[in-house]
């Protein structure tokens, strides 16, 4: 039975749309990746070094940690701080063959997180 406040298709959509679906049912994984990112599926580039302690410092505006998986990434958490006031991370997924050289009229996936405070002395 309907509640009242829902509508309820119509014959003709629902002769367009077909017969009633099953819901599916999908499993998600949880995958964690720490420093210093040796896996098989990880690129890392552009670094000043591995530190024990602190990790990678990747240079600005030209570092990177690339990670493939085979299945759909749906959600990423980044554990990071800028090494200098204000400091910034940022990250952007691309599909098979997409990068940043061959777009045509789309937006870059690109997500940016601003004054991330060092936790070292820079210059």
């Known amino acids: 039975m309907a509640l009242p406040f829902f509508k309820e298709f119509t014959e003709a959509q629902k002769k367009q ?11 998600t994984e949880r995958r964690a990746y720490t420093s210093p990112f040796m ?9 000043y070094e591995i530190d024990p302690t602190k990790g990678i410092e990747l240079k600005a505006d030209e570092g990177f940690i690339t990670i493939t998986e085979d299945k759909p990434i ?4 980044v554990v990071g701080s800028g090494c200098v006031p204000r400091g910034y991370n940022i ?15 789309q937006l870059v996936k690109r997500q940016r997180i601003d004054n991330l405070n060092g936790t070292h002395p820079s210059i």
Do not use: L, T
């Not at 749309?17 to 499993?27: A, C, L, T």
């Not at 896996?39 to 670094?47: H, I, L, S, T």
């Not at 997409?98 to 009229?105: H, L, Q, R, V």
């Open 17 to 27: 749309f077909g017969p009633v679906r099953q819901r599916e049912v999908i499993k």
């Open 39 to 47: 896996y098989d599926n990880v690129d890392v580039g552009n670094f």
């Open 74 to 77: 749906v959600a990423v958490n």
């Open 91 to 105: 990250c952007e997924w691309w599909a098979d063959g997409e990068s940043i050289d061959n777009m045509k009229d």
